[in-house]
C-alpha cells in the first residue's frame, strides 16, 4: 500500500533535501505548520495539528487537557535515531516525568525511514486496538531489535513476539496488518504529521500548560526536554 | 588533469601546509571560527524552528547547546566524530583558502574543490543525523527510493563522502600551494 498516493510526503522530503543542498539542513522545517514558532502567538494544544485525535493515541501518564507538559513524539519503528531516544531519552521521561505526573507521553506512528516500518505501524495500531499495554511492548521489541526486521519477516517476527509475550491474539493482529484493518488510524498519524510538517523523525512537539512551546527533530536529550518544558 | 592524494608524500604535503598555514595565530584564529560556525550550521540548520523558538525566547537559549554531537544525545558517537571531523576539515579548508587568497593566487581547481566540500559537508551531515528522511526523497528523485536499504550506514556515506570531498578539497590548496613559502617555509620538501 501507498500510504500518501499523492506523493506529498516524498515532495516534502524532496523539497527539504533541496534545501540542505543550500546548506540549510536535510530536515523539512516546516515554516507554516510548527505552530507559529518564534512569532510569540503560540497555538493550544486543541488547535495544534498534532493535538488533533490525541485522545485516541497511545498514551503515558496523565490527561493531556491536565497535564503540566505534554510530549507527542512521531516515530517510525524502522528508524535508527527513534531506537537511540527510545533507548536512551525516553526512559528518564517515564521515570522524570510521566511517573510523577508531570507530562504527558504521546506517540504517533508515521512510516518516513524503511519499508518495514509501514507493515509495522499497521500491527503496532492493531495491537493497540486490543491492548494499549502490548502496544509499548511491542513498539519497544521494534526498536530493541531493529536491526533484526526487514519487510520479508517484520509481520512472522511480531506475531511469533507477540504470541510469546503478550495475551493478545498474535495471529488476529498479523492478519489485520496485512489486510490494513486499522489504515483510518494510521492515515490520521501521517495526516497530523503532514499538517505539522513532519519530515524526519523522532519529531518530539513540547506543550506547557495547554500551549505550544516547541518542536525538536532527532534523539534529543532529556535535558532538551526538560528545559524546554521548564519542568 | 585531476590529481589525486594517492602517495604518502601527497599527505605529508597537506599536513605540512595545514601546520604551516595554522601556525599562523590569525589563520589558526579564522580556521577555529569557520570550524565553530560549520560545526554550528550543521547543528542548528537540522532544527530550524527549535532555533528560531530559542533566538525567540520561547525556550531557553542554553538548550540549543544539547543539540551539539557530545553534549545532548542527537548524535551516536560514529556520527557526532563525523560532523566534529568535518566542521574541522572546513575550519582547515577555509584557514587555506584564506591563506592562499591573500598570499598566492588562487587557482580555479583548488577554489572549487573547497565549494564542494563545504556543500557535501552540510549536505551529508545533515543526513547523517536525520534519518535518512530526505535521502530517500533525493534517491526518490531518480526512482529509486529502495536504494536507500542499500545504504548500510544510514545516510552516513554522505557524511563520509563530504570528508573525502574536503580532504580532496585540502590536497588541492595545498598543491597549489607547491613550490611557494608560508611564513618562509618551504610548502614542499621534495626537490
Known amino acids: 500500500m501507498t500510504l500518501d498516493p499523492t506523493g506529498r510526503t516524498s515532495r516534502r522530503a524532496i523539497l527539504a533535501g533541496g534545501v540542505s543542498l543550500l546548506g540549510a539542513g536535510c530536515l523539512g522545517n516546516g515554516e507554516s505548520g510548527d505552530g507559529g514558532s518564534g512569532d510569540g502567538d503560540a497555538p493550544s494544544l486543541a488547535d495544534h495539528p498534532v493535538g488533533?485525535?490525541?485522545a485516541a493515541q497511545p498514551r503515558?501518564?496523565?490527561?493531556?487537557?491536565?497535564?503540566?507538559?505534554?510530549?507527542v513524539a512521531f516515530e517510525d519503528p524502522?528508524?535508527?535515531?527513534?531506537?537511540?531516544?527510545?533507548?536512551?531519552t525516553v526512559p528518564k521521561i517515564k521515570s522524570e516525568l510521566v511517573d510523577p505526573g508531570d507530562a504527558a507521553y504521546v506517540v504517533r506512528t508515521v512510516p518516513l525511514v524503511y519499508p518495514w516500518g509501514e507493515p509495522a505501524i499497521h500491527?503496532?495500531?492493531?495491537?493497540?486496538?486490543?491492548?494499549?499495554?502490548?502496544?509499548?511492548?511491542?513498539?519497544?521489541?521494534?526498536?530493541?531489535?531493529?536491526?533484526?526486521?526487514?519487510?520479508?519477516?517484520?509481520l512472522d517476527r511480531t506475531e511469533s513476539f507477540l504470541s510469546t509475550e503478550t495475551s493478545i491474539d498474535a495471529s488476529a493482529v498479523v492478519a489485520d496488518a496485512e489486510t490494513e484493518a486499522y489504515a483510518s488510524a494510521v492515515e490520521t498519524d501521517l495526516a497530523a504529521s503532514e499538517a505539522a510538517d513532519v519530515s524526519g523523525t523522532?519529531?518530539?512537539?513540547?506543550?506547557?500548560?495547554?500551549?505550544?512551546?516547541?518542536?525538536?527533530?532527532?534523539?534529543?536529550?532529556?535535558?532538551?526536554?526538560?528545559?524546554?518544558?521548564?519542568? | 588533469m585531476i590529481s589525486l592524494p594517492t602517495r604518502v608524500a601527497d599527505w605529508r604535503l597537506m599536513g605540512r601546509t595545514a601546520r604551516l598555514v595554522l601556525g599562523g595565530p590569525g589563520y589558526a584564529l579564522v580556521g577555529l571560527a569557520a570550524a565553530a560556525v560549520a560545526l554550528t550550521g550543521l547543528v542548528l540548520s537540522q532544527n530550524l524552528p527549535f532555533t528560531a523558538d530559542a533566538?525567540?525566547?520561547?525556550?531557553?537559549?542554553?538548550?540549543?547547546?544539547?543539540?551539539?554531537?557530545?553534549?545532548?544525545?542527537?548524535?551516536?558517537?560514529?556520527?557526532?566524530?563525523?560532523?566534529?571531523?568535518?566542521?574541522?576539515?572546513v575550519g582547515v579548508d577555509i584557514a587555506l583558502v584564506a591563506y592562499h587568497v591573500r598570499e598566492h593566487r588562487l587557482s580555479a581547481e583548488g577554489g572549487g574543490g573547497s565549494l564542494v566540500g563545504v556543500v557535501l559537508g552540510t549536505l551529508g551531515a545533515g543526513c547523517a543525523a536525520c534519518g535518512s528522511a530526505v535521502l530517500a526523497g533525493l534517491?526518490?528523485?531518480?526512482?529509486?527510493?529502495g536504494v536507500l536499504t542499500l545504504l548500510p550506514l544510514d545516510g552516513l556515506e554522505f557524511a563520509l563522502l563530504s570528508l573525502a570531498a574536503l580532504v580532496l578539497s585540502i590536497y588541492w590548496l595545498a598543491d597549489g600551494m607547491r613550490g611557494g613559502e608560508i611564513r618562509g617555509c618551504p610548502v614542499d620538501l621534495q626537490k
Do not use: K
Open chain 1, 123 to 154: 500491527a503496532l495500531e492493531a495491537t493497540y486496538a486490543r491492548d494499549a499495554g502490548a502496544f509499548w511492548t511491542l513498539l519497544g521489541h521494534y526498536f530493541a531489535e531493529q536491526d533484526a526486521f526487514g519487510p520479508d519477516n517484520v
Open chain 1, 52 to 54: 488533533q485525535n490525541l
Open chain 2, 139 to 145: 534517491l526518490s528523485l531518480f526512482g529509486a527510493a
Open chain 2, 55 to 89: 533566538l525567540a525566547g520561547r525556550v531557553p537559549a542554553s538548550a540549543l547547546l544539547e543539540l551539539y554531537p557530545f553534549v545532548g544525545t542527537s548524535y551516536s558517537l560514529l556520527t557526532g566524530s563525523v560532523v566534529v571531523l568535518v566542521a574541522l576539515l
Open chain 1, 202 to 231: 523522532p519529531t518530539v512537539f513540547l506543550f506547557r500548560d495547554g500551549d505550544y512551546r516547541t518542536r525538536v527533530t532527532g534523539s534529543v536529550s532529556f535535558n532538551l526536554v526538560t528545559q524546554a518544558l521548564g519542568l
Open chain 1, 78 to 88: 524502522s528508524c535508527p535515531r527513534c531506537a537511540a531516544f527510545e533507548e536512551v
Open chain 1, 60 to 71: 503515558l501518564g496523565p490527561d493531556p487537557a491536565e497535564a503540566t507538559g505534554v510530549i
